[in-house]
């Protein structure tokens, strides 16, 4: 089984960055293709990025796309969200997320595919 445990939530102002960190422990995370959601208060969980095993392939929402990059390194077992540009709209709880990679190429943004949490880190953006 694998573990994941996320960091780098806090307190940015409008149009800062923040950078999210996954660790996966137990299991090599180049097994496992994973994926960032968020959910706001009272929303539902919403797809933010994901990334193949081997980082060939990603994908964003519409809503952070061209603001936010999802990365890896296999070398510290862990998986990145930089989070550039942030407005209020950004502020939820994000959460890691693996599922077993059935190729290298593979990913999905559907969050019931995905077996493996992390226990979320709180991002708030002040206006």
């Known amino acids: 089984q694998v573990q994941l445990v996320e960091s780098g939530g806090g307190l940015v102002k409008t149009g800062n960055s923040l950078t999210l960190s996954c660790a996966a422990t137990?299991?090599?995370?180049?097994?496992?293709?994973a994926a960032w959601f968020r959910q706001a208060p009272g929303k539902e969980h919403e797809f933010v990025a994901a990334i193949s095993r081997r980082g060939a392939n990603t994908a964003y929402g519409n809503s952070v796309k061209g603001r936010f990059t999802i990365s890896r390194d296999d070398a510290k077992n862990t998986r990145y969200l930089q989070m550039n540009s942030l407005i209020p709209g950004d502020a939820s709880v994000y959460y890691c997320?693996?599922?077993?990679?059935?190729?290298?190429?593979?990913?999905?943004?559907?969050?019931?595919?995905?077996?493996?949490w992390g226990q979320g880190t709180q991002v708030t953006v002040s206006s």
């Open positions: 137990g299991r090599p995370f180049g097994n496992y293709a």
């Open positions: 997320a693996a599922t077993r990679a059935i190729a290298n190429d593979y990913y999905t943004t559907d969050r019931e595919q995905y077996a493996w």
